[in-house]
């Protein structure tokens, strides 16, 4: 298990300021500026001689330049040549060849010119060639006869082409010629045989030419080997014989150097090329070649070996590497040495290139054209495109070298400038332009651009702006406080700012302001911090056996405002997932282990911003069952131990581990598993600090700083694991500030007036130094408090006098004696709960006789996390009481509807809410009376009471006298007139009088008017309902003498007009009969 460094273009929190900071301000294309070549061919133009020729030259100005060439520095009239036309809107040359013509025939050296109103630009001097491949002479080669040991060179000699060709040695059947370290190619394109052996015979050899443009191959007749042996017969078993040679009745000599030849031989480089240096040395045996530079070492990152360690190639040479260089060629039989002098020149490189001038009216400044070279190069001025020394005079203009300094600039002075630095080895030229403007500044950016970085990377805000006189450039933080420049913040020439560690605070709205004396501008920029993409968990080296199932975990912590992918490498290309492998989102399993399936695989997580990896080893071992050979019967056991632990290369931060593999028992070693252990923080306990495969025994361990280590080792096979090696002796790194805080910071109340603050510490190689401290911060959360702080040595510090259950931010920051660690995450941690008032606006709802619902609102002060709600609730009819039922409800929860067990009985319910310390207060409400609740509770209790019976039977003998009474009344009555009784006459529409009386009918069967029917069917009579006696006159005649009622239409009037008269009437036995019923 192993993790992985991202590579540099993962953060990609960088691109949008990839334009050089110390780059020239451009001026935009809408003011008006001299040309500016932007795009030309290389110096070396070689082009292929069956397309058309292309010489690119394009510039960019205000006014667009107008472009002309030179050929051999004599004016190119284009007109003149139907061949060659110029593109629009650039100044490329294209020179058709579709109609005829000889490429040749335009070889020379080209420049182009760039012209507007304001001046001139140039480019390179552009040398065009046309490639050439010409074919191998014709030649008849005998048979290269040789004596077997004897060193041989079969010269190739390809012929010359532009540009050089790529040479490769085969067979004249095309089989390549396998090359090692007796037989191999050199640079220029020979074989060597460093000695000859019988089995060189068995193939020709044919050295290959392969041109570049023309994507030819030409092939030189082949050589055959003819080898003079003393024993005739190829005996492939003797191959390898240890002493091949001998065996073959091959002298042996002492090493002599084939190429070069002689002791000492010298080399000239240019700086910025790669130095090749090669020996190439025959013998019998084959010698090994080995090289040094005299008076120091060979140079680590730029130095590698090639062809079988017989070249040495050294990139990017610099004065540094020149020097004595030797090779030394070795063998049994002795060795020999040959020195190489290397001398570095340098064609012209730049110092300090002249950049363009932008210069308000009055201002001063100066070009700067600073090169070096070996030979020293000199310098030369020319303005748009000719010689200074030529040019009109300007006393606002003095050269001093390779400066020209501007006093006093004023409009006539805009001009382009070169300048041209050469020595033997080759020449730089550079344009310049001198432009005098008065412009505001303004902003060149698009406006509230959003960056999005990584937490603790570097960044850079980019800001271009424009002005002229150049705007001075400051930024500001959400829009207040000083100006950002020192400390972790930097400001550069063009504008960018840069962050050198971002940090969650970094956060906000930035303002880049530019100001010159005619005004200013500003714009915007909104950075967000994003979380880094961590595995977390990573993938293990494992060893399987074939056909197992084998699982590589891979868990990732990421931000979750950004995309995250997933995918897996095998040895470091991209891994097919077959039938055989599932990809999950955690994890790769693979199923039916075969052999192939064993190498490295890579879990790769990325975001559009970053990347993490981790990479494991899987190890298939193979089917054992059968044993193949006498050791695969033998027992198997589990190994040695490792002995003899040595550190060496002993640096501040990593420390090289060897050791001496113990005997691994019949089973192979699989994987070395280190381990170390510190005496400051748990001495005696081991940690495992890497694993390695089994065929290493020496490894580089990363160590942390401020740990004093000892290691040991653990070797590990099929059957087990071996006892640990005796342990290494110590070495104890130097100390440096935390880079870390500690993990899984909170903050809980233990009691309702604290809060708690707990960590996981640090361990010992996360400490970094003596007196590992923690700095514990702490505010309520959005208010404006100073932060309280305290330093703890422990892993936990209380709060005390707190308000009950109140957010708060806090901060743990590691220090020790060296420094703190960096600015630490805000963990927002509460006070200690209590009780929780009631539930608010408890209502109880009875929809119908068979359900009741119940609703609540959440406590205005819950006090606490709510963790329920609690509802205890009993049934009760009059006096009698049910059982007590209990529901507890999830906090989210706020309605309830209940089953009713019977439609009579009334429900009390008693809703607490409750947090982790327990129910608060209760609120208590009583479901609604059912309808004929009054009636069904007289029946149940006041029915079986004995005053109520007297009472019952006093009415009802009331009753009886009543009706006797009416009857007497009944059997004197007639018809009575109604007009009598009435002021208005009843209409003629009235269908029930005929003869000016009225009868009382029941046809309809309709209650009286005025009445309204009950629940029970029963009629109950208004307080607004006139009462019988209203209805009659005094007591009498108020019944036909068949029983008919007549006072329902006797006129309201009359009651009125007689009410005083008939107010004893309202309370008459008659009425209360008719109110009973």
């Known amino acids: 298990?192993?993790?992985?460094?991202?590579?540099?273009?993962?953060?990609?929190?960088?691109?949008?300021?990839?334009?050089?900071?110390?780059?020239?301000?451009?001026?935009?294309?809408?003011?008006?500026?001299?040309?500016?070549?932007?795009?030309?061919?290389?110096?070396?133009?070689?082009?292929?001689?069956?397309?058309?020729?292309?010489?690119?030259?394009?510039?960019?100005?205000?006014?667009?330049?107008?472009?002309?060439?030179?050929?051999?520095?004599?004016?190119?009239?284009?007109?003149?040549?139907?061949?060659?036309?110029?593109?629009?809107r650039s100044g490329t040359l294209v020179i058709d060849f579709r109609s005829g013509g000889r490429p040749e025939e335009y070889e020379g050296e080209y420049q182009c010119f760039a012209r507007n109103k304001f001046g001139t630009a140039l480019s390179n001097r552009i040398r065009l060639q046309v490639s050439k491949s010409p074919l191998w002479p014709k030649e008849n080669l005998d048979p290269v006869v040789v004596q077997e040991g004897a060193p041989l060179t079969l010269q190739c000699n390809p012929p010359p082409g532009l540009p050089s060709p790529v040479i490769f040695w085969m067979s004249s059947s095309m089989e390549p010629i396998t090359q090692d370290k007796r037989v191999s190619q050199g640079h220029n394109g020979d074989l060597y045989f460093s000695n000859v052996m019988l089995q060189d015979m068995q193939t020709d050899y044919s050295c290959n030419a392969r041109f570049h443009f023309t994507h030819t191959i030409q092939q030189k007749n082949p050589f055959n080997l003819k080898v003079l042996t003393n024993h005739p017969y190829n005996d492939s078993s003797l191959r390898n014989h240890p002493d091949m040679y001998s065996a073959r009745g091959v002298a042996e000599r002492t090493p002599s150097f084939m190429y070069p030849q002689g002791t000492a031989s010298s080399q000239m480089v240019l700086r910025g090329m790669d130095l090749l240096l090669e020996c190439i040395a025959s013998g019998v045996p084959t010698p090994d070649i080995a090289w040094y530079k005299k008076g120091g070492d060979l140079p680590s990152d730029k130095a590698k070996f090639e062809n079988f360690n017989k070249a040495l190639r050294i990139t990017n040479v610099s004065e540094e590497d020149s020097g004595e260089y030797f090779c030394l060629a070795s063998n049994k039989m002795g060795s020999i040495r040959h020195t190489i002098s290397v001398r570095v020149k340098a064609a012209p490189y730049w110092l300090d290139e002249p950049k363009n001038l932008i210069l308000a009216p009055g201002e001063d400044g100066r070009l700067v054209c600073r090169a070096n070279g070996n030979p020293k190069p000199t310098?030369?001025?020319?303005?748009?495109?000719?010689?200074?020394?030529?040019?009109p005079p300007n006393p606002n203009r003095e050269v001093a070298g390779d400066t020209i300094i501007f006093r006093d600039t004023q409009i006539s002075s805009r001009a382009v400038y070169q300048c041209n630095t050469s020595n033997e080895h080759g020449y730089l030229l550079a344009n310049a332009f001198v432009s005098v403007l008065d412009v505001p500044p303004r902003m060149l950016s698009p406006r509230n651009q959003l960056i999005r970085v990584i937490l603790y990377n570097r960044t850079r805000l980019d800001c271009p702006f424009f002005g002229s006189p150049i705007p001075t450039l400051r930024w500001f933080k959400n829009g207040q406080g000083s100006n950002l420049d020192g400390g972790n913040y930097h400001v550069y020439e063009n504008g960018s700012l840069e962050i050198k560690m971002i940090r969650k605070e970094d956060q906000g709205i930035y303002?880049?302001?530019?100001?010159?004396?005619?005004?200013?501008?500003?714009?915007?920029?909104?950075?967000?911090?994003?979380?880094?993409?961590?595995?977390?968990?990573?993938?293990?080296?494992?060893?399987?056996?074939?056909?197992?199932?084998?699982?590589?975990?891979?868990?990732?912590?990421?931000?979750?405002?950004?995309?995250?992918?997933?995918?897996?490498?095998?040895?470091?290309?991209?891994?097919?997932?077959?039938?055989?492998?599932?990809?999950?989102?955690?994890?790769?399993t693979i199923f039916g282990v075969a052999e192939r399936d064993q190498g490295s695989y890579t879990c790769v997580a990325s975001t559009e911003l970053d990347q993490d990896l981790a990479k494991a080893y899987l190890t298939v071992l193979a089917d054992q069952a059968t044993p193949t050979n006498r050791l695969a019967a033998l027992p198997k056991g589990r190994p040695d131990r490792p002995r003899d632990l040595e550190l060496t290369d002993l640096a501040e931060r990593s420390v090289r581990l060897t050791w001496i593999p113990g005997d691994d028992n019949n089973s192979p070693i699989?994987?070395?598993?280190?381990?170390?252990?510190?005496?400051?923080?748990?001495?005696?306990?081991?940690?495992?600090?890497?694993?390695?495969?089994?065929?290493?025994?020496?490894?580089?361990?990363?160590?942390?700083?401020?740990?004093?280590?000892?290691?040991?080792?653990?070797?590990?096979?099929?059957?087990?694991?071996?006892?640990p090696s005796l342990p290494s002796e110590r070495y104890r790194t130097s100390g440096a500030p935390p880079e870390s805080n500690p993990s899984d910071v909170k903050g809980e109340g233990t009691r309702k007036n604290n809060m708690e603050i707990t960590w996981t510490p640090m361990n010992a190689t996360s400490a970094f130094g003596p007196n590992l401290r923690y700095i514990v911060k702490w505010r309520r959360r959005e208010t404006r408090e100073t932060w309280n702080n305290v330093t703890v040595w422990g892993s936990r510090y209380v709060v005390g006098q707190t308000p009950v259950y109140v957010p708060y931010e806090i901060r743990v920051q590691a220090e020790n004696d060296f420094g703190k660690g960096p600015e630490p995450d805000t963990v927002i941690g509460y006070s200690g709960e209590d009780l929780p008032s009631a539930p608010r606006r408890f209502r109880v709802r009875q929809p119908n006789l068979e359900t009741i619902n119940l609703?609540?609102?959440?406590?205005?002060?819950?006090?606490?996390?709510?963790?329920?709600?609690?509802?205890?609730?009993?049934?009760?009819?009059?006096?009698?009481?049910?059982?007590?039922?209990?529901?507890?409800f999830s906090p989210n929860q706020t309605k309830f509807t209940m089953q009713r067990a019977d439609p009579v009985s009334r429900y009390r319910f008693s809703l607490s809410a409750r947090t982790q310390v327990g129910s608060g207060e209760a609120v208590t409400e009583e479901s609604p009376a059912p309808p004929n609740e009054a009636y069904t509770n007289n029946q149940a209790d006041i029915a079986t009471q004995g005053w109520f019976i007297g009472l019952m039977c006093a009415v009802a003998l009331l009753v009886l006298t009543l009706l006797i009474v009416c009857f007497i009344k009944r059997s004197r009555g007639g018809k009575y007139p109604v007009r009598e009784k009435k002021d208005v006459p009843l209409g003629p529409e009235d269908p029930k009088e005929e003869?000016?009386?009225?009868?009382?009918?029941?046809?309809?069967?309709?209650?009286?008017?005025?009445?309204?029917?009950?629940?029970?069917?029963?009629?109950?009579?208004?307080e607004s309902d006139d009462s019988l006696v209203d209805y009659g006159e005094g007591g009498e005649g108020q019944f036909n003498e068949d029983g008919s009622f007549i006072g329902q239409y006797t006129v309201k009037k009359d009651k009125e007009e007689t009410e005083g008269n008939e107010s004893s009437e309202a309370t008459s036995p008659v009425n209360a009969i008719y109110s009973l019923a």
């Open 1 to 88: 298990m192993a993790r992985q460094q991202p590579p540099p273009w993962v953060h990609t929190a960088f691109l949008f300021c990839l334009l050089s900071l110390s780059g020239a301000i451009e001026i935009p294309m809408d003011l008006s500026q001299p040309p500016t070549i932007t795009k030309q061919s290389v110096k070396e133009h070689i082009v292929d001689p069956r397309d058309n020729i292309l010489i690119e030259c394009e510039a960019k100005g205000n006014p667009a330049p107008s472009f002309h060439w030179t050929r051999n520095s004599r004016f190119f009239n284009i007109a003149k040549d139907p061949r060659v036309s110029m593109r629009r």
């Open 379 to 391: 310098v030369q001025w020319m303005v748009n495109g000719e010689p200074l020394q030529s040019a």
């Open 511 to 588: 303002t880049c302001v530019a100001t010159n004396i005619l005004g200013k501008a500003e714009n915007q920029v909104r950075l967000e911090v994003k979380d880094p993409t961590r595995i977390y968990r990573m993938p293990e080296d494992q060893v399987a056996k074939r056909g197992t199932t084998v699982q590589l975990e891979c868990r990732v912590k990421h931000d979750p405002s950004l995309k995250l992918t997933v995918y897996w490498l095998k040895d470091d290309e991209p891994l097919y997932v077959g039938n055989r492998m599932k990809k999950e989102e955690d994890s790769l």
């Open 670 to 723: 699989t994987d070395y598993v280190v381990q170390f252990e510190e005496d400051q923080f748990q001495p005696g306990v081991w940690h495992d600090h890497s694993k390695f495969p089994g065929s290493v025994n020496s490894a580089i361990l990363q160590l942390s700083p401020y740990v004093n280590y000892q290691f040991r080792v653990i070797a590990i096979n099929e059957v087990g694991s071996s006892h």
């Open 855 to 888: 609703e609540w609102d959440h406590p205005e002060h819950p006090n606490g996390i709510l963790i329920g709600y609690t509802l205890k609730y009993v049934a009760f009819n009059g006096t009698k009481v049910g059982k007590q039922i209990v529901e507890n």
């Open 995 to 1022: 003869d000016g009386s009225f009868d009382y009918s029941d046809e309809d069967n309709k209650p009286l008017q005025g009445s309204q029917t009950s629940l029970d069917g029963t009629i109950k009579q208004q």
